[in-house]
């Protein structure tokens, strides 16, 4: 895991295809943080099948609760639309994108970010 830059939480890959396959622990956001890695949230499974909607809730939930006390470095936290993404065997293109507005919103009421962060990150800058 040391050479690891991006941890992508497949919350398509645990039991039923709705859950993380492994537990978020603070000991171990801890440990990747530490040594410089980022954690990314893919959106598009959720937007693309909504029995997926309530597993990514529930893995930033995880994630913002495992990064709570980590202080220092700062978990680095990415909110993406993730790989090219299908819905039943099409490619769902624009489908399965965002506007940044929609994504501040995620990072504000999911993740907890206060809004100038939320903002910030889905803005110029991110």
């Given amino acids: 895991a040391a050479a690891a830059d991006v941890f992508i939480l497949d919350y398509t890959a645990g039991r039923g295809g709705i859950q993380l396959p492994h537990r978020m622990r603070s000991a171990d956001v801890r440990a990747a943080t530490e040594r410089g890695a980022a954690f990314e949230i893919p ?10 909607r309530k597993a990514m809730v529930r893995t930033a939930v995880e994630l913002r609760n495992a990064c709570a006390s980590v202080r220092s470095p700062r978990p680095r936290i990415v909110l993406s639309s993730g790989t090219r993404r299908t819905s039943g065997g099409v490619d769902a293109g624009p489908m399965a994108l965002r506007t940044p507005g929609d994504m501040a919103n995620v990072m504000k009421v999911v993740l907890g970010f206060d809004d100038r962060v939320a903002f910030g990150a889905a803005g110029e800058a991110a």
Avoid at 43 to 48: D, G, K, M
Wanted: net charge neutral; aromatic share 10%.
């Fill in 43 to 52: 959106y598009a499974p959720a937007i693309l099948d909504p029995a997926r």
